[in-house]
């Protein structure tokens, strides 16, 4: 389309192009999505007699990134900032184990489960030992990676081997991880106070808690690190390597894939095996990080809430990067909105399903983009042709 095309569709046009440019595709269109979140939920927080304006700073303020009115003692924006990396880091992994199956075509929906799993294993068996941080932590790594890993490949060999849809058997082995860890806490490792399991040694948390840091008591992460090079090597692996680009062509077409040679069942068993190693990563940042019990009989919402995750980020590892910061902005913030602007903490749920919602239909707002852009050119055409017939006819008539 040419620019005096571009300019007879007006603000329309303009933002149709910002949505079908193929080069910024994976940040336009989350952009998108999260301006329309944003203004859906300023109508929901109006309705409640609520300032939007207000809630939205107390979300950035529960992370923070802006201030509070007040701190108890010893705590501050860093010590807030710090507790926001902290319940990032397993978020931001479990959504990198969704797209991990995504991209090969499968929808592994029992990260939850595989979180949970891992972090049972890890706290039974490295979390109540007695050995130093400095073997403890990276054992407690290894065991989450193995454990999940496993995991995902049981799901990943029913697929290949009886055909079961892996939402069935994912949403069914959930039930079993959850009511299994629980019968075993219950009978050997409950705490009969909290009703959650016996706290892990501090040797093997993946935290180091209450460092002093500018006269606050701060919670470091070491699975933001983790988190991080983990997106960057799912990146390496799907846009560098060779399993990468097989993977992607399983997901894009199967019998195409095994057509040219592909070893479908292979890749994924392997994909899934994959999933399961970086939920299993999120879930010991999680259980042997961000907190340092397990509470019998209770899947963490974050499973879910990485698929939010990872369509926000348009399933890439590098965009999730960022969604995950999105997301965990509204989850974690939700206690000091809640007490700030006087709302129930729930109404960040609510917000993170909107932008699901509108996550969700970011292909169909490209395929609109894309329509409306090609009508204009279609009326352009039609606008020429009939541009040049007046033209010749009137030259005609000067003859």
């Not at 991209?103 to 595989?114: D, E, M, P, V, Y």
């Not at 941080?133 to 496993?150: E, Y």
């Amino acid at each position: 389309m040419n620019k005096e095309s571009s300019r007879r569709g007006g603000p329309r046009a303009a933002l149709a192009r910002f949505l079908t440019n193929e080069r910024w595709t994976q940040i336009t269109v989350p952009i998108f999505c999260i301006i329309l979140t944003l203004i859906v939920s300023a109508v929901v927080l109006l309705v409640l007699g609520k300032k939007p304006g207000t809630a939205f700073y107390s979300f950035l303020a529960g992370n923070g990134f802006l201030q509070k009115a007040n701190y108890g003692s010893g705590s501050g924006m860093i010590s807030d900032f710090f507790s926001f990396l902290n319940i990032m880091a397993p978020m931001l992994l479990a959504a990198l184990a969704f797209i991990f199956g995504y991209r090969c075509g499968l929808f592994n929906i029992g990260i939850s489960g595989q979180m949970l799993l891992s972090g049972y294993v890890a706290t039974v068996f490295i979390g109540y030992s007695e050995l130093p941080g400095a073997v403890a932590r990276p054992l407690v790594l290894i065991v989450g990676i193995i454990v999940g890993g496993l995991a995902g490949a049981f799901i990943g060999f029913l697929k290949y081997r009886f055909n079961i849809h892996e939402v069935v058997s994912t949403i069914m082995v959930n039930y079993i991880i959850s009511y299994v860890t629980a019968f075993r806490i219950n009978l050997k490792y409950i705490d009969m106070i909290s009703r959650s399991s016996k706290t892990i040694s501090s040797a093997a948390r993946l935290t180091f808690t209450k460092v002093q840091i500018a006269g606050c008591n701060c919670n470091i992460p070491l699975g933001i690190i983790i988190a991080i090079l983990a997106a960057i090597l799912v990146h390496f692996v799907f846009e560098k390597t060779v399993f990468g680009f097989e993977l992607r062509a399983v997901g894009s077409n199967r019998n195409a894939a095994l057509y040219t040679g592909v070893n479908v069942g292979k890749q994924m068993i392997s994909a899934m095996m994959i999933s399961g190693m970086l939920a299993g990563l999120a879930g010991v940042t999680y259980y042997l990080g961000y907190t340092n019990t397990i509470i019998p009989r209770e899947l963490v919402s974050m499973g879910y809430d990485s698929i939010a995750t990872a369509l926000l980020g348009n399933n890439s590892p590098i965009g999730a990067i960022f969604s995950s910061v999105l997301i965990t902005i509204f989850q974690n913030g939700a206690s000091y909105m809640s007490s700030a602007v006087g709302v129930a903490k729930e109404i960040a749920s609510v917000i993170t399903g909107i932008l699901l919602l509108f996550s969700a239909c970011g292909g169909y707002f490209r395929r609109l983009a894309a329509n409306y852009l090609r009508k204009l050119a279609d009326e352009e055409e039609e606008a020429k042709k009939a541009a040049a017939a007046m033209a010749a006819e009137k030259g005609g008539e000067d003859k």
